[in-house]
């Protein structure tokens, strides 16, 4: 019987790593392609910061969220399982010239994505990714009720290390009255290109409707970058600036990606 050499057995490991993090797109949109079996992604968004968001009252919104984190877990070439969750999120609402600060612990989101379209030959692919989110919670920065939705991410290799896909989100979130749901389409788009096989550049936008009315509407536009310091490690920067007041002014996202 032949054993692999040590080589063999090192190139192996690389290659089931990197198809743990491989083809990440932006950081709002998701892949369509899910975990390798076997494994388990850990995205870790290290520090999430929004400022100045308004609200129809006119009040002003910031947050701030610390390891706001997704674990997954490949079950099949199709198939993972995905649990989200926040270790601490602190919300401030400003109202005229008073302050409100609430912080705790965030809710638990519980996943799954099914790669049901792939296309080898131009390397594109397409997933349904169904949610459901469980106010578990603390303080007032607890969830009021249970919500979910759906996920449909697309994502195509255009050649010469460029990288392109988009995003539709349909939820069902509770209303600000608390005495029902309101539902909230969400589109997002992104286009990424490789300068080195360490380092790619990309461009998103996004754009948040609500079923109350095209006046809720809000949108981002944003820049950012990844560094794959290691096959199965993955650093990534983005700054998205808010193109109307729905919108937060400012969101600073610092993400870490680690696939074993």
């Known amino acids: ?22 083809r990440l797109p ?22 999430k910061l929004s400022l100045d968001r308004a609200d129809a009252a006119g009040n002003t919104h ?4 610390v390891a706001s984190s997704t674990l997954r877990a490949g079950l099949t070439q199709s198939l993972d399982v995905q649990i989200g969750f926040d270790l601490f ?32 030959q131009h390397g594109a692919a397409a997933a349904l990714l169904p949610y459901v989110k469980l106010p578990t919670g603390t303080g007032s920065v607890a969830g009021k009720a249970v919500e979910g939705g759906l ?7 255009t050649g010469a290390g460029f990288l392109a896909g988009a ?3 349909w939820d069902v979130v509770r209303n600000d009255a608390d005495d029902g749901y309101d539902g909230r389409w969400y589109v997002s788009a992104f286009a990424q290109r ?3 096989k360490a380092f790619a ?38 700054l998205q600036r808010g193109l109307n007041d729905r919108a937060a002014k400012w969101t600073h996202i610092w993400r870490v990606n680690w696939g074993f």
């Open 201 to 238: 550049v990309y461009g998103e936008t996004t754009i948040d409707v609500r079923s109350t009315g095209f006046s809720d509407w809000a949108g981002t536009i944003g820049a950012g970058g990844l560094w794959r310091f290691s096959p199965n490690l993955v650093f990534d920067y983005e």
């Open 89 to 120: 999120l602190r919300e401030t609402l400003k109202r005229g010239g008073a302050r409100d600060s609430h912080s705790g612990l965030g809710d638990v989101s519980l996943r799954t994505k099914w790669t049901f379209w792939r296309d080898e």
């Open 167 to 169: 995003m539709l989100q």
């Open 62 to 65: 910031s947050a701030v969220a």
């Open 151 to 157: 996920i449909i991410p697309w994502a195509m290799d």
């Open 26 to 47: 932006a950081q709002v949109t998701e892949s369509p392609y899910t975990v390798a079996p076997g494994h388990f992604l850990a995205r870790i968004d290290g520090l």
């Open 194 to 196: 490789d300068l080195t």
């Open 1 to 22: 019987m032949n054993f692999p050499n040590a080589g063999a057995l090192r190139a192996l490991f690389i290659f089931a790593a990197a198809g743990v993090v491989s």
